[in-house]
Protein backbone atom coordinates (compact mmCIF):
# COMPACT_ATOMS: atom_id res chain seq x y z
CA UNK A 1 0.00 0.00 0.00
CA UNK A 2 1.40 3.73 -0.81
CA UNK A 3 0.81 5.43 2.31
CA UNK A 4 1.57 8.62 -0.03
CA UNK A 5 -1.66 8.23 -1.66
CA UNK A 6 -3.47 9.34 1.41
CA UNK A 7 -3.41 12.54 2.67
CA UNK A 8 -3.86 13.36 6.44
CA UNK A 9 -7.31 13.20 8.37
CA UNK A 10 -9.19 16.51 8.19
CA UNK A 11 -9.38 18.01 11.03
CA UNK A 12 -12.74 17.86 13.44
CA UNK A 13 -14.50 21.38 12.51
CA UNK A 14 -15.35 23.58 15.25
CA UNK A 15 -18.80 23.89 14.68
CA UNK A 16 -19.00 20.06 15.74
CA UNK A 17 -17.21 20.54 18.82
CA UNK A 18 -19.06 23.74 19.97
CA UNK A 19 -22.62 22.35 20.00
CA UNK A 20 -21.52 19.06 22.09
CA UNK A 21 -20.27 21.18 24.73
CA UNK A 22 -22.83 23.71 24.59
CA UNK A 23 -25.73 20.83 24.96
CA UNK A 24 -23.31 19.75 28.05
CA UNK A 25 -23.47 22.92 29.65
CA UNK A 26 -27.14 23.05 28.84
CA UNK A 27 -27.35 20.04 31.28
CA UNK A 28 -25.78 21.34 33.78
CA UNK A 29 -26.93 24.70 34.17
CA UNK A 30 -31.00 22.65 33.87
CA UNK A 31 -29.22 21.02 37.18
CA UNK A 32 -28.07 24.24 38.94
CA UNK A 33 -31.47 25.39 38.41
CA UNK A 34 -32.87 22.43 40.10
CA UNK A 35 -30.47 22.41 43.11
CA UNK A 36 -30.95 26.66 43.66
CA UNK A 37 -34.72 26.61 42.66
CA UNK A 38 -36.53 23.19 43.44
CA UNK A 39 -36.68 22.04 46.73
CA UNK A 40 -37.93 18.21 48.14
CA UNK A 41 -41.74 17.17 47.81
CA UNK A 42 -42.71 17.22 51.42
CA UNK A 43 -44.49 14.53 53.11
CA UNK A 44 -48.08 15.24 53.37
CA UNK A 45 -48.90 12.75 56.50
CA UNK A 46 -47.29 10.40 58.29
CA UNK A 47 -47.90 6.63 57.60
CA UNK A 48 -46.81 2.81 58.23
CA UNK A 49 -47.81 0.05 56.61
CA UNK A 50 -46.93 -3.98 56.76
CA UNK A 51 -44.13 -4.14 54.67
CA UNK A 52 -43.50 -7.45 52.36
CA UNK A 53 -39.41 -7.43 51.26
CA UNK A 54 -39.18 -9.96 48.04
CA UNK A 55 -35.23 -10.95 47.42
CA UNK A 56 -34.26 -12.85 44.78
CA UNK A 57 -31.20 -14.97 45.28
CA UNK A 58 -29.24 -17.53 43.30
CA UNK A 59 -26.18 -18.50 45.03
CA UNK A 60 -26.39 -16.00 47.86
CA UNK A 61 -24.90 -17.84 50.91
CA UNK A 62 -21.69 -15.65 51.00
CA UNK A 63 -23.98 -12.42 51.36
CA UNK A 64 -27.75 -13.40 51.95
CA UNK A 65 -27.11 -13.48 55.97
CA UNK A 66 -26.24 -9.84 56.29
CA UNK A 67 -28.96 -8.69 54.27
CA UNK A 68 -30.90 -9.83 56.57
CA UNK A 69 -29.30 -8.79 59.62
CA UNK A 70 -29.91 -4.93 58.27
CA UNK A 71 -33.59 -5.75 57.98
CA UNK A 72 -34.55 -7.71 60.95
CA UNK A 73 -32.85 -4.45 62.97
CA UNK A 74 -35.19 -1.55 61.31
CA UNK A 75 -36.32 0.39 63.42
CA UNK A 76 -39.73 0.26 62.00
CA UNK A 77 -43.05 -0.57 64.71
CA UNK A 78 -45.12 -2.37 61.81
CA UNK A 79 -44.81 -5.73 60.82
CA UNK A 80 -41.74 -7.44 58.50
CA UNK A 81 -42.37 -9.86 56.00
CA UNK A 82 -39.09 -11.15 54.49
CA UNK A 83 -40.01 -13.66 50.96
CA UNK A 84 -36.93 -15.36 50.34
CA UNK A 85 -37.25 -16.33 46.47
CA UNK A 86 -34.34 -18.90 45.66
CA UNK A 87 -33.61 -19.27 41.88
CA UNK A 88 -32.31 -22.92 42.23
CA UNK A 89 -29.05 -22.24 43.89
CA UNK A 90 -26.52 -24.62 43.94
CA UNK A 91 -24.77 -23.67 47.12
CA UNK A 92 -25.88 -23.99 50.42
CA UNK A 93 -28.23 -20.95 50.52
CA UNK A 94 -31.43 -22.68 50.86
CA UNK A 95 -29.84 -23.95 54.16
CA UNK A 96 -28.85 -20.58 55.40
CA UNK A 97 -32.04 -19.03 54.98
CA UNK A 98 -33.68 -21.57 56.52
CA UNK A 99 -31.66 -21.44 59.50
CA UNK A 100 -31.99 -17.51 59.70
CA UNK A 101 -36.04 -18.02 59.09
CA UNK A 102 -36.19 -20.11 62.29
CA UNK A 103 -33.44 -17.71 64.28
CA UNK A 104 -35.70 -14.58 63.17
CA UNK A 105 -38.83 -16.01 63.75
CA UNK A 106 -41.58 -13.20 65.69
CA UNK A 107 -44.78 -11.68 66.04
CA UNK A 108 -43.52 -8.85 64.11
CA UNK A 109 -41.09 -10.36 61.89
CA UNK A 110 -40.95 -13.24 59.76
CA UNK A 111 -38.83 -14.83 57.25
CA UNK A 112 -40.40 -17.40 54.26
CA UNK A 113 -38.45 -19.07 51.77
CA UNK A 114 -39.75 -20.31 48.38
CA UNK A 115 -37.70 -22.31 45.69
CA UNK A 116 -37.91 -22.26 41.96
CA UNK A 117 -36.71 -25.34 40.27
CA UNK A 118 -35.19 -24.68 37.66
CA UNK A 119 -33.38 -21.28 37.14
CA UNK A 120 -34.44 -18.24 33.94
CA UNK A 121 -31.45 -16.65 34.40
CA UNK A 122 -33.83 -13.78 34.63
CA UNK A 123 -34.01 -11.90 37.78
CA UNK A 124 -37.55 -10.19 36.72
CA UNK A 125 -38.94 -13.72 36.26
CA UNK A 126 -38.14 -14.46 39.86
CA UNK A 127 -39.68 -10.93 40.99
CA UNK A 128 -42.83 -12.30 39.55
CA UNK A 129 -42.52 -15.41 41.13
CA UNK A 130 -42.49 -14.03 44.19
CA UNK A 131 -45.53 -11.35 43.44
CA UNK A 132 -47.79 -14.10 42.37
CA UNK A 133 -46.87 -16.30 45.56
CA UNK A 134 -47.84 -13.03 48.11
CA UNK A 135 -50.91 -12.33 45.60
CA UNK A 136 -52.15 -15.94 45.70
CA UNK A 137 -51.28 -16.61 49.83
CA UNK A 138 -51.39 -12.98 51.45
CA UNK A 139 -54.17 -11.60 49.50
CA UNK A 140 -55.82 -10.43 52.55
CA UNK A 141 -52.34 -9.26 53.97
CA UNK A 142 -51.74 -7.10 51.11
CA UNK A 143 -54.55 -5.14 51.03
CA UNK A 144 -53.48 -1.79 52.51
CA UNK A 145 -49.29 -2.94 52.81
CA UNK A 146 -46.36 -2.41 50.97
CA UNK A 147 -43.65 -4.68 48.72
CA UNK A 148 -40.23 -3.57 48.64
CA UNK A 149 -38.27 -5.58 45.85
CA UNK A 150 -34.68 -5.96 47.35
CA UNK A 151 -31.09 -7.57 46.12
CA UNK A 152 -29.75 -9.85 48.56
CA UNK A 153 -26.74 -7.89 48.18
CA UNK A 154 -27.88 -4.58 49.88
CA UNK A 155 -28.28 -3.92 53.19
CA UNK A 156 -30.54 -1.36 54.60
CA UNK A 157 -29.34 0.97 57.84
CA UNK A 158 -31.44 0.57 60.70
CA UNK A 159 -33.46 3.72 59.89
CA UNK A 160 -34.16 3.17 56.15
CA UNK A 161 -37.44 2.56 56.48
CA UNK A 162 -39.07 4.87 59.11
CA UNK A 163 -36.92 7.37 56.70
CA UNK A 164 -38.60 6.90 53.78
CA UNK A 165 -41.97 5.08 54.27
CA UNK A 166 -43.63 8.18 55.41
CA UNK A 167 -43.32 9.53 51.52
CA UNK A 168 -45.77 7.33 50.25
CA UNK A 169 -48.67 9.18 51.48
CA UNK A 170 -48.87 11.35 48.58
CA UNK A 171 -51.84 10.05 46.24
CA UNK A 172 -50.02 10.28 42.98
CA UNK A 173 -47.13 8.26 44.27
CA UNK A 174 -46.59 4.64 44.10
CA UNK A 175 -43.08 4.11 45.08
CA UNK A 176 -40.51 5.31 47.26
CA UNK A 177 -36.25 4.72 46.38
CA UNK A 178 -33.35 6.45 47.53
CA UNK A 179 -29.39 6.82 46.99
CA UNK A 180 -27.51 3.90 46.58
CA UNK A 181 -23.71 3.94 47.13
CA UNK A 182 -21.00 0.60 47.31
CA UNK A 183 -20.55 -1.39 50.33
CA UNK A 184 -17.17 -2.66 49.24
CA UNK A 185 -15.43 0.07 48.11
CA UNK A 186 -11.57 -0.80 48.86
CA UNK A 187 -10.25 -2.08 45.66
CA UNK A 188 -9.63 0.27 42.17
CA UNK A 189 -12.87 -0.69 40.29
CA UNK A 190 -14.98 -0.47 43.62
CA UNK A 191 -13.54 3.46 44.32
CA UNK A 192 -14.07 4.13 40.78
CA UNK A 193 -18.04 2.85 41.46
CA UNK A 194 -18.10 4.43 44.35
CA UNK A 195 -17.75 8.23 42.61
CA UNK A 196 -20.17 6.81 40.00
CA UNK A 197 -22.87 5.90 42.07
CA UNK A 198 -22.04 8.68 43.91
CA UNK A 199 -23.02 11.14 40.85
CA UNK A 200 -25.85 8.95 39.70
CA UNK A 201 -27.69 9.36 42.90
CA UNK A 202 -27.10 12.65 43.25
CA UNK A 203 -28.69 13.79 39.74
CA UNK A 204 -31.29 11.31 40.47
CA UNK A 205 -32.26 13.31 43.39
CA UNK A 206 -31.82 16.35 41.58
CA UNK A 207 -34.56 15.04 39.13
CA UNK A 208 -36.64 13.57 42.27
CA UNK A 209 -37.24 17.39 42.96
CA UNK A 210 -38.79 18.04 39.36
CA UNK A 211 -41.18 14.56 39.31
CA UNK A 212 -38.56 12.85 36.82
CA UNK A 213 -37.27 9.86 38.57
CA UNK A 214 -37.18 6.92 36.19
CA UNK A 215 -35.60 4.39 38.10
CA UNK A 216 -36.50 1.50 40.97
CA UNK A 217 -32.84 0.18 41.53
CA UNK A 218 -31.78 -2.58 43.95
CA UNK A 219 -34.17 -1.04 46.29
CA UNK A 220 -37.37 0.49 46.01
CA UNK A 221 -40.53 0.32 48.12
CA UNK A 222 -44.15 0.36 46.10
CA UNK A 223 -47.08 0.50 47.52
CA UNK A 224 -48.68 -3.25 46.97
CA UNK A 225 -51.61 -2.03 44.95
CA UNK A 226 -49.49 -0.66 42.20
CA UNK A 227 -48.60 -4.02 41.02
CA UNK A 228 -52.02 -4.52 40.51
CA UNK A 229 -52.58 -1.34 38.66
CA UNK A 230 -49.53 -1.22 36.45
CA UNK A 231 -48.91 -4.76 36.16
CA UNK A 232 -45.40 -7.29 37.31
CA UNK A 233 -42.54 -6.95 35.85
CA UNK A 234 -41.54 -7.17 32.11
CA UNK A 235 -39.37 -10.79 31.51
CA UNK A 236 -38.31 -9.42 28.34
CA UNK A 237 -36.01 -7.08 29.41
CA UNK A 238 -32.38 -6.62 30.45
CA UNK A 239 -33.35 -3.82 33.07
CA UNK A 240 -36.03 -4.59 34.87
CA UNK A 241 -36.04 -1.95 37.55
CA UNK A 242 -35.60 1.09 34.64
CA UNK A 243 -38.60 -0.53 32.54
CA UNK A 244 -40.93 -0.55 35.89
CA UNK A 245 -39.82 2.99 36.83
CA UNK A 246 -40.89 4.00 33.17
CA UNK A 247 -44.03 2.23 33.24
CA UNK A 248 -45.15 3.94 36.05
CA UNK A 249 -44.18 7.59 34.62
CA UNK A 250 -46.55 6.31 31.68
CA UNK A 251 -49.43 5.66 34.00
CA UNK A 252 -48.78 9.03 35.10
CA UNK A 253 -47.55 8.40 39.10
CA UNK A 254 -44.24 9.28 40.41
CA UNK A 255 -41.57 7.79 42.50
CA UNK A 256 -40.13 9.80 45.19
CA UNK A 257 -36.23 9.73 45.36
CA UNK A 258 -34.79 10.36 49.24
CA UNK A 259 -31.24 11.20 50.12
CA UNK A 260 -30.98 7.86 52.77
CA UNK A 261 -27.84 6.39 51.32
CA UNK A 262 -28.18 2.60 51.73
CA UNK A 263 -24.97 0.34 50.35
CA UNK A 264 -25.10 -2.44 48.26
CA UNK A 265 -22.10 -4.88 47.19
CA UNK A 266 -20.50 -3.90 43.22
CA UNK A 267 -18.30 -5.91 41.06
CA UNK A 268 -14.58 -5.64 41.71
CA UNK A 269 -13.46 -7.29 38.77
CA UNK A 270 -13.21 -5.89 34.63
CA UNK A 271 -15.22 -9.17 33.77
CA UNK A 272 -17.60 -8.68 35.79
CA UNK A 273 -18.31 -4.79 35.49
CA UNK A 274 -18.29 -5.52 31.74
CA UNK A 275 -20.94 -7.58 32.08
CA UNK A 276 -22.91 -5.76 34.24
CA UNK A 277 -23.00 -2.11 33.05
CA UNK A 278 -23.48 -3.82 28.71
CA UNK A 279 -26.66 -5.36 30.30
CA UNK A 280 -27.66 -2.18 31.80
CA UNK A 281 -27.43 -0.16 28.99
CA UNK A 282 -28.77 -2.55 26.27
CA UNK A 283 -31.24 -2.88 28.88
CA UNK A 284 -31.64 1.13 28.40
CA UNK A 285 -32.23 0.73 24.81
CA UNK A 286 -34.97 -1.59 25.04
CA UNK A 287 -36.50 0.71 27.37
CA UNK A 288 -36.37 3.93 25.95
CA UNK A 289 -37.77 2.47 22.52
CA UNK A 290 -40.91 0.61 24.19
CA UNK A 291 -41.38 4.23 25.94
CA UNK A 292 -40.59 6.47 23.87
CA UNK A 293 -43.86 7.58 23.49
CA UNK A 294 -43.24 9.44 26.55
CA UNK A 295 -41.14 11.79 25.08
CA UNK A 296 -44.21 14.51 25.49
CA UNK A 297 -44.93 17.33 27.65
CA UNK A 298 -47.96 15.83 28.72
CA UNK A 299 -45.42 13.58 30.52
CA UNK A 300 -44.02 16.81 32.64
CA UNK A 301 -39.89 16.95 32.94
CA UNK A 302 -40.00 12.99 32.47
CA UNK A 303 -40.84 13.88 28.67
CA UNK A 304 -39.06 17.18 28.04
CA UNK A 305 -35.97 17.00 30.28
CA UNK A 306 -35.03 13.60 31.06
CA UNK A 307 -35.68 11.27 28.35
CA UNK A 308 -34.85 13.22 25.19
CA UNK A 309 -32.58 15.60 26.68
CA UNK A 310 -30.02 13.53 29.77
CA UNK A 311 -30.61 9.69 28.53
CA UNK A 312 -31.36 9.75 24.38
CA UNK A 313 -29.20 13.54 23.64
CA UNK A 314 -26.51 12.77 26.26
CA UNK A 315 -26.05 9.23 25.26
CA UNK A 316 -25.59 9.91 21.71
CA UNK A 317 -23.12 13.24 22.80
CA UNK A 318 -21.32 10.92 24.37
CA UNK A 319 -20.92 8.35 21.84
CA UNK A 320 -20.31 11.04 19.66
CA UNK A 321 -17.20 12.78 21.71
CA UNK A 322 -15.93 9.19 22.50
CA UNK A 323 -16.10 8.63 18.35
CA UNK A 324 -14.50 12.43 17.75
CA UNK A 325 -11.99 11.54 20.28
CA UNK A 326 -10.98 8.12 18.19
CA UNK A 327 -10.94 10.43 15.43
CA UNK A 328 -8.70 13.08 16.67
CA UNK A 329 -5.95 10.35 17.70
CA UNK A 330 -6.50 8.73 14.82
CA UNK A 331 -5.40 12.07 13.05
CA UNK A 332 -2.47 12.34 15.42
CA UNK A 333 -1.44 8.41 14.16
CA UNK A 334 -2.08 9.11 10.44
CA UNK A 335 0.28 12.11 10.35
CA UNK A 336 3.27 10.52 11.97
CA UNK A 337 2.80 7.60 10.11
CA UNK A 338 2.97 9.78 6.93
CA UNK A 339 5.83 11.78 8.27
CA UNK A 340 7.94 8.61 8.48
CA UNK A 341 6.39 7.74 5.08
CA UNK A 342 8.11 10.64 3.67
CA UNK A 343 11.49 9.72 5.65
CA UNK A 344 10.76 12.72 8.16
CA UNK A 345 11.60 11.45 11.75
CA UNK A 346 8.47 13.17 13.56
CA UNK A 347 9.74 15.38 16.36
CA UNK A 348 8.24 15.44 20.49
CA UNK A 349 9.38 18.61 22.29
CA UNK A 350 7.47 19.98 25.26
CA UNK A 351 8.36 23.77 25.67
CA UNK A 352 6.74 25.15 28.49
CA UNK A 353 6.75 28.93 29.26
CA UNK A 354 4.60 31.71 29.83
CA UNK A 355 3.61 32.39 26.17
CA UNK A 356 2.50 28.62 25.43
CA UNK A 357 1.08 28.34 28.47
CA UNK A 358 -0.74 31.20 27.54
CA UNK A 359 -1.83 30.38 24.82
CA UNK A 360 -3.11 26.87 25.48
CA UNK A 361 -5.20 28.68 27.78
CA UNK A 362 -6.82 31.29 26.12
CA UNK A 363 -8.18 28.21 23.80
CA UNK A 364 -11.80 28.39 23.96
CA UNK A 365 -12.22 24.60 23.80
CA UNK A 366 -9.46 24.32 26.94
CA UNK A 367 -11.70 27.03 28.76
CA UNK A 368 -14.71 25.62 28.44
CA UNK A 369 -13.51 22.06 29.09
CA UNK A 370 -11.93 23.56 32.52
CA UNK A 371 -15.24 25.12 33.64
CA UNK A 372 -16.83 21.98 33.06
CA UNK A 373 -14.34 20.08 34.88
CA UNK A 374 -14.82 22.37 37.93
CA UNK A 375 -18.75 22.21 37.28
CA UNK A 376 -18.55 18.54 37.83
CA UNK A 377 -15.68 18.81 40.64
CA UNK A 378 -18.52 21.43 42.78
CA UNK A 379 -21.43 18.71 42.05
CA UNK A 380 -18.84 16.04 43.43
CA UNK A 381 -18.45 18.19 46.76
CA UNK A 382 -22.25 18.98 46.62
CA UNK A 383 -23.27 15.58 46.45
CA UNK A 384 -20.50 14.12 49.28
CA UNK A 385 -21.65 16.35 51.84
CA UNK A 386 -25.33 15.59 51.01
CA UNK A 387 -25.27 12.21 52.08
CA UNK A 388 -21.62 12.62 54.43
CA UNK A 389 -19.29 10.99 51.85
CA UNK A 390 -15.41 11.44 51.53
CA UNK A 391 -13.88 11.22 47.79
CA UNK A 392 -10.73 12.11 46.92
CA UNK A 393 -9.62 14.49 44.13
CA UNK A 394 -7.10 12.13 42.68
CA UNK A 395 -9.62 9.77 42.53
CA UNK A 396 -12.15 11.99 41.02
CA UNK A 397 -9.03 12.78 38.48
CA UNK A 398 -8.67 9.35 37.50
CA UNK A 399 -12.53 8.55 37.34
CA UNK A 400 -12.74 11.35 34.96
CA UNK A 401 -9.71 10.26 32.52
CA UNK A 402 -9.44 6.79 32.58
CA UNK A 403 -12.84 5.08 33.96
CA UNK A 404 -15.17 7.13 32.07
CA UNK A 405 -13.37 5.52 29.01
CA UNK A 406 -14.53 2.20 30.55
CA UNK A 407 -17.85 3.18 30.89
CA UNK A 408 -18.13 4.87 27.22
CA UNK A 409 -16.30 1.55 26.32
CA UNK A 410 -18.66 -0.67 27.45
CA UNK A 411 -21.63 1.80 26.31
CA UNK A 412 -19.99 1.43 22.34
CA UNK A 413 -20.19 -2.84 22.58
CA UNK A 414 -23.89 -2.64 23.85
CA UNK A 415 -24.85 -0.05 21.26
CA UNK A 416 -23.25 -2.48 18.71
CA UNK A 417 -24.80 -5.51 20.32
CA UNK A 418 -28.15 -3.77 20.09
CA UNK A 419 -28.10 -2.88 16.58
CA UNK A 420 -26.91 -6.11 15.35
CA UNK A 421 -29.32 -8.03 17.91
CA UNK A 422 -26.30 -9.68 19.59
CA UNK A 423 -27.05 -11.58 22.31
CA UNK A 424 -26.97 -10.08 26.08
CA UNK A 425 -28.04 -12.06 28.85
CA UNK A 426 -27.55 -11.99 32.90
Given amino acids: MNLMAFGPL ?20 VYLLIIFFK ?10 KDIFFIIPIKNGAGHIEKCIEHLMTQNYDKKITILIVNDASTDNTEEICRDLARKYHSKDRRILIISKEKST ?8 FGLKYLFSKHKDELKNSLIAPLDSDTYLPSDTLETLVPHLGHEDVLAVTTWMLPANEKKFLAKMQKIEYLMTSFYRYLLGRIDAVCIAPAFTIFKAEAFKKIGYYDEKT ?7 ALRVNSFHYKIIFRDKPIKTDVPETFKSLKKQRVRWWYGTYQDVIKYRHLVSPKYGAIGTFFLPVTV ?54 IIMGLFALLLSILFLIYAA ?3 GEKVKLADY ?8 WLLILFCLEATI ?10
Avoid at 121 to 128: P, Y
Avoid at 417 to 426: A, C, D, E, Q, V
Fill in 10 to 29: PEIPMWVVYPILFIGFFISF
Fill in 121 to 128: GNKASVLN
Fill in 417 to 426: KYIFKLKTTW
Fill in 312 to 365: ILGTFIMLFAATLAIYSASFQVTNIVRELALGVIPRFELNIDFFTVSLFLSDPK
Fill in 39 to 48: KDREMVKHIA
Fill in 238 to 244: LTEDFEM
Fill in 397 to 404: LIFVFVYG
Fill in 385 to 387: NKV
